[in-house]
């Protein structure tokens, strides 16, 4: 809205003129979030606790999480809203793809929080049924795949790292690619929201990523010198993902160890969500598992513990999945465990960039 309404007088008064960069408009897209969240922060806590929506921990979790009970959970509402009014904010509005990536994280944020009020109304860590949270979220993303294989001029070709010749073409097989992408994005961070800041921490650096990804998409002469795909518009998602880096970041003043608040269900599945569909418009889709490498990490271990268990009549792979349990069960403090994984993240969003001259 600030660049709808501020933007048009700069042909009266040319220091209006920097509000047509989106440089600009992304830095303050995360400093709107940011503070959103560190003003409302202390206030959702205290409401939060009011209405005792609190954390229900899992009962064959690891024994040191008994600790965490009580804790106020649900804040990924704040996130969603500290998102949601920095986008309105200061982004072009015009660009069909923010309304879509902004229906995406409150749908997603919804579904989530849907799922976080039966784990409180049941008072257990069990919320809606896994086969209605998939369909639903299946829905959303199917919606977002046929909007984008049907939108003019958005190919359904897929963008493989280091590799800039070999563009394949999936047809209806994008949309598809579109569903998996996204659901699976967002059920990882889900999966990786287990202890203190430590999807937090990884979906904030993802998304720092992805500004880049987006603006570089965006520029059609930066597209065509690193010879990646040029998406028209697709550079406004970069003020989306400043304004979801300055959410992570403010959520994480009140969600770092030791946590005054968890973000819930309704945090890690808008912000999952909201991840692989900017990762599937900017055409950066399979890089995603290299950005989010992290949260892949702890998919998989899931996906491995379980298949083994099955497949060996009780055996396990990991002493706990989701991964982190693991090195908690060995023995490393938990805030050993978050900051290690957020310095994996680092490197691995650093190795993401590269691959961009890696070609």
Known sequence: MIYEFLYPLHTMFSSFNVFRYITFRTIFASITALLICLILGRWLIRKLQSLQIDQQIREDGPKTHLVKKGTPTMGGILIIFAVVISTLLWANLAVGYIWLVLLVTVGFGLIGFLDDYRKLAGKSSHGVSGKTRLAAEIM?????????????????????????????????????????????????????????GLATGPAGICFATYILFAYFVGNVKVAQYLQIPYVPGAGELSVFCGALMGAALGFLWFNAYPAEMFMGDVGSLSMGGALGTVAIITKQEILLAIVGGVFVMETFSVIFQVGYFKLTGGKRIFRMAPIHHHFELKGWAEPKVIVRFWIISILLALLAISTLKLR
């Open 140 to 196: 959303i993303a199917l919606f977002v795949g046929v909007i984008l294989y049907f939108k003019p001029g958005f190919n359904s070709q897929v963008t493989i790292p280091f590799f800039k010749t070999v563009l394949p073409n999936l047809g209806w097989g994008y949309i598809l690619l579109c569903v998996f992408i996204i659901v699976g994005a967002a059920n990882a961070v889900n999966l990786t929201d287990g202890l203190d």
